[in-house]
Structures are given as structure tokens and as C-alpha cells.
């Protein structure tokens, strides 16, 4: 997260950042945490078609003068009390409310538990967000030109490695063969390179160990899987749009964790795949990459 000053009348801090209930500074995809009673926390649709406000129309003029070489396309002042929204093509980014400070990073709503980023980049690109893997720490190098926003681009499949020793197991639906290697799936029940990942391993000899993280607003969907009675064919009612039938109450913490470990290490998109041996890849990969993949595994 990185905020930057464009050099113009110093308001109070104070007032900047009150709204906010935290700024959380760490690698990978960094978060904006919303404030519970801010507009997206009450029900209504956070990125539903808006009126502009005074508020909108005042942060787009002062944008037009600050970022001249930057196509605004909408700014949305309403989504978190204090912070702007500001969409520039298929880029993202927030400023506050006197255009002077610019955020870089994912808005998180605390009380739905839903990435109000992932919903916006959602409808402005829907290929690359549900494409997308864990983001990057790479941040935008000119205020002039934020290019890089908060886009998730395509998975570059760079090597990585992840530790899940953290991890309790009680947070994995795992199916998928009884043999075979094991592979950890970080996904989101309403992304749809994760259905179709799901359908390549289903037709390989692998065992999937499913750890959901809400990045589309799927918590919800994700608590009726883990709280199954069969949580196999929980899994493919959920990828598959079909209603699941045989959920009931149950703890549901071990799925806090694996929210909590995905802030941790910046996935901020889905899926995430985890060798036995820590390497990830990130983003959907065809069968025949994932099985020359799983064949490098360390023992």
C-alpha cells in the first residue's frame, strides 16, 4: 500500500484516514480494510449504477488537473466513507475525498468478509480478474500515470514457493483420488478458471486438498460446501451453479484461517495451486502443464 501526496492544499491527516479502520502494509496484494458501517457494509450493492455526487463530480474535476494524461471513467465517492473509487479503463485505484492522496491497493469489506476490488474489477474486466493470481507488490512508479492500479493481471506463472505448514487441516475439502500426488487449491466457488481447473483435476490422478477464500464475494456459497454432509458433490453443486441440498449449521472457522492466511501472503485471486514440495503456480494451467508440473516435485 502506498500513499502519495499530488502536492496540493494539506488537509488533516486525521480526517484522510479516520474513515479507514486500518491500512495493512505487507507483500503481495495489499488492503485498504473498509469501515463496517461504510456504504458496501449496509446491504446495498457497492458498485450498483450511482447518480454522481457533489463529492464525484468534485474529486473528477480536480482528477482532470492532477492526473491530466489519465482517462478517468468514473469515480464513485461512495463506496467507503472518505475514499474515492476511481476507474481509469481497465485500471483501479482510490483517492481521498480532496484528490490529494492516492491508495493503491483492495478494498476489503470486514463485515460481509467481501473484496469490494475483486467485485469492481469484476465487472470492468471479468476475464482478467478471474484469471488472476496472487498480486503483485509491483506498485505504481509515476502518480502521472498509475498504470498499474490494482488490476490483477493474467497469471505469469513466476516461481514461487509457500509454506502451508501454518495452515490447520481442518480448513481443506479434500477430494480427488486417495492416491496419487497432492495438490492445495486455492479457490473461489464462483470463479471460473477455478470450475475449470476443478474439472482438470477431477480427470487426473491427483488429491485435492480445496481451501476457498472469499475473493468474489462467495463466503456465503463456501460455508454451505464446508458444512456438507457429502462435501464432494458439495463441490461440484457449487462450481456447477446447482443448489446444495444437504448443508446444515456447522464451525466454519477453519475457513477464517485460510482468509486469514490468503491476506497473509497476498493472494489476491484465484486459483492458486500448492505442490507437496511449497511451488505454486498461479492461475489455471492445462493438464499436460500440470502434470509435467507435478512430475518436478521434491521429495
Given at each position: 500500500?502506498?500513499?502519495?501526496?499530488?502536492?496540493?492544499?494539506?488537509?488533516?491527516?486525521?480526517?484522510?484516514?479516520?474513515?479507514?479502520?486500518?491500512?495493512?502494509?505487507?507483500?503481495?496484494?495489499?488492503?485498504?480494510?473498509?469501515?463496517?458501517?461504510?456504504?458496501?457494509?449496509?446491504?446495498?450493492?457497492?458498485?450498483?449504477?450511482?447518480?454522481?455526487?457533489?463529492?464525484?463530480?468534485?474529486?473528477?474535476?480536480?482528477?482532470?488537473?492532477?492526473?491530466?494524461?489519465?482517462?478517468?471513467?468514473?469515480?464513485?465517492?461512495?463506496?467507503?466513507?472518505?475514499?474515492?473509487?476511481v476507474t481509469a479503463g481497465s485500471q483501479l485505484f482510490y483517492v481521498d475525498?480532496?484528490?490529494?492522496?492516492?491508495?493503491?491497493?483492495?478494498?476489503?469489506?470486514?463485515?460481509?468478509?467481501?473484496?469490494?476490488?475483486?467485485?469492481?474489477?469484476?465487472?470492468?474486466?471479468?476475464?482478467?480478474?478471474?484469471?488472476?493470481?496472487?498480486?503483485?507488490?509491483?506498485?505504481?512508479?509515476?502518480?502521472?500515470?498509475?498504470?498499474?492500479?490494482?488490476?490483477?493481471?493474467?497469471?505469469?506463472?513466476?516461481?514461487?514457493?509457500?509454506?502451508?505448514?501454518?495452515?490447520?487441516?481442518?480448513?481443506?475439502?479434500?477430494?480427488?483420488?486417495?492416491?496419487?500426488?497432492?495438490?492445495?487449491?486455492?479457490?473461489?466457488?464462483?470463479?471460473?478458471?477455478?470450475?475449470?481447473?476443478?474439472?482438470?483435476?477431477?480427470?487426473?490422478?491427483?488429491?485435492?486438498?480445496?481451501?476457498?477464500?472469499?475473493?468474489?464475494?462467495?463466503?456465503?456459497?463456501?460455508?454451505?460446501?464446508?458444512?456438507?454432509?457429502?462435501?464432494?458433490?458439495?463441490?461440484?453443486?457449487?462450481?456447477?451453479?446447482?443448489?446444495?441440498?444437504?448443508?446444515?449449521?456447522?464451525?466454519?472457522?477453519?475457513?477464517?484461517?485460510?482468509?486469514?492466511?490468503?491476506?497473509?501472503?497476498?493472494?489476491?485471486?484465484?486459483?492458486?495451486?500448492?505442490?507437496?514440495?511449497?511451488?505454486?503456480?498461479?492461475?489455471?494451467?492445462?493438464?499436460?502443464?500440470?502434470?509435467?508440473?507435478?512430475?518436478?516435485?521434491?521429495?
Amino acid at each position: 500500500m502506498k500513499l502519495k501526496s499530488l502536492n496540493f492544499s494539506r488537509p488533516r491527516l486525521g480526517q484522510v484516514l479516520m474513515p479507514l479502520a486500518a491500512i495493512v502494509l505487507g507483500s503481495g496484494g495489499s488492503l485498504v480494510w473498509a469501515n463496517a458501517s461504510a456504504a458496501g457494509a449496509e446491504g446495498t450493492a457497492p458498485n450498483a449504477v450511482h447518480s454522481l455526487s457533489e463529492a464525484d463530480q468534485a474529486v473528477t474535476a480536480l482528477l482532470k488537473q492532477r492526473l491530466p494524461r489519465t482517462q478517468v471513467s468514473r469515480v464513485n465517492c461512495q463506496l467507503v466513507d472518505g475514499v474515492c473509487e476511481v476507474t481509469a479503463g481497465s485500471q483501479l485505484f482510490y483517492v481521498d475525498r480532496t484528490a490529494r492522496y492516492l491508495l493503491i491497493g483492495r478494498v476489503y469489506d470486514m463485515q460481509t468478509r467481501q473484496d469490494l476490488t475483486a467485485v469492481r474489477l469484476l465487472e470492468v474486466n471479468p476475464d482478467l480478474l478471474v484469471g488472476g493470481a496472487a498480486g503483485s507488490k509491483q506498485e505504481a512508479q509515476e502518480v502521472e500515470t498509475p498504470r498499474r492500479g490494482v488490476s490483477t493481471p493474467a497469471a505469469s506463472g513466476a516461481p514461487r514457493m509457500m509454506s502451508l505448514a501454518a495452515l490447520p487441516e481442518a480448513g481443506g475439502i479434500v477430494w480427488g483420488a486417495s492416491s496419487g500426488p497432492t495438490v492445495t487449491v486455492f479457490s473461489d466457488f464462483r470463479c471460473g478458471y477455478c470450475r475449470a481447473l476443478s474439472g482438470v483435476l477431477e480427470s487426473m490422478n491427483v488429491r485435492v486438498i480445496e481451501r476457498p477464500i472469499s475473493v468474489l464475494g462467495s463466503r456465503d456459497l463456501a460455508n454451505q460446501v464446508f458444512c456438507a454432509r457429502d462435501r464432494r458433490k458439495a463441490v461440484k453443486s457449487a462450481y456447477s451453479g446447482a443448489p446444495i441440498t444437504d448443508t446444515r449449521a456447522c464451525d466454519t472457522s477453519p475457513l477464517d484461517a485460510n482468509e486469514r492466511f490468503a491476506r497473509e501472503q497476498g493472494l489476491a485471486g484465484t486459483p492458486v495451486i500448492v505442490r507437496s514440495d511449497g511451488a505454486v503456480i498461479e492461475g489455471f494451467r492445462p493438464r499436460e502443464v500440470l502434470e509435467q508440473w507435478l512430475k518436478g516435485a521434491k521429495s
